[in-house]
């Protein structure tokens, strides 16, 4: 267990939909990563989050968006969903830049 | 910028041999480079890290790393195979300031009895 929480397990829903993913960090981690696994593209980063602000962006589509809250947890926003968003998405969490991230469980999102 | 290739997309070993996991990275600042395990719909389990100093690095269930700058390599390395140890692995980098961890495609190691 590596102490990220990541909510819901899997999550099914229609094309054109807007669905949330929501992450809790390990306690006292200030860093949250999220991070999109499916089979043709791999493991690609999205967006990093430190301390409520943004702080690096990776391959993130613009129908994409996230934020931290005051409490650290983070959630990730997905609109006007296709079938190919449908992946794994994964929440990390790290006290260091450049330090180990640890990684939640995912939530599988299937777009159909 | 930052890239990672993993040769081999499925490495077979038998059990109690020993498992050679290749990565070749490329950064354009000092990397900090990172082993990850993944068990069917798991997460990512860190198995190890290089940051800085000592070159090689030893992590969980046996498992060791060298980093060689001159080769710009971080080849993963157990020196006897378990069956439990058949999963994808990933290598990743990233430059240590504020991005994201850089992943390759993964190698999926099958473990024969």
């Known amino acids: 267990d590596s102490g990220v929480t990541q909510t819901p397990k899997h999550l099914i829903t229609a094309t054109g939909q807007r669905v949330t993913l929501r992450c809790s960090p390990r306690s006292g981690d200030l860093s949250v990563y999220w991070y999109q696994q499916s089979l043709d593209q791999g493991l690609q980063f999205l967006i990093q989050?430190?301390?409520?602000?943004?702080?690096a962006k990776g391959n993130i589509l613009e129908r994409f968006s996230a934020q931290q809250f005051p409490d650290l947890h983070s959630e990730l926003n997905l609109s006007s969903l296709e079938l190919g968003d449908s992946a794994l998405y994964f929440c990390a969490s790290s006290g260091t830049f450049g330090g180990e991230q640890y990684f939640g469980p995912g939530t599988r999102l299937t777009v159909t | 910028a930052q890239s990672v290739t993993q040769l081999g997309s499925h490495v077979s070993v038998s059990e109690g041999a020993l498992v050679l996991l290749r990565c070749n990275y490329s950064s354009s600042v000092p990397p900090y480079l990172f082993w990850y395990v993944q068990y069917p719909n798991q997460g990512l389990q860190l198995l190890l890290k290089y940051t800085t100093g000592a070159t090689l690095v030893k992590g969980i269930n046996g498992f060791e790393a060298e980093f060689k700058k001159s080769e710009t390599s971080f080849h993963l390395t157990k020196p006897s195979a378990h069956m439990s140890d058949a999963a994808e692995y990933f290598c990743?980098?990233?430059?240590?300031?504020?991005?994201?961890?850089?992943f390759g495609k993964g190698t999926h190691l099958i473990i024969q009895p």
């Open positions: 990743a980098v990233t430059g240590g300031g504020a991005d994201g961890l850089t």
């Open positions: 989050y430190y301390n409520g602000e943004e702080r």
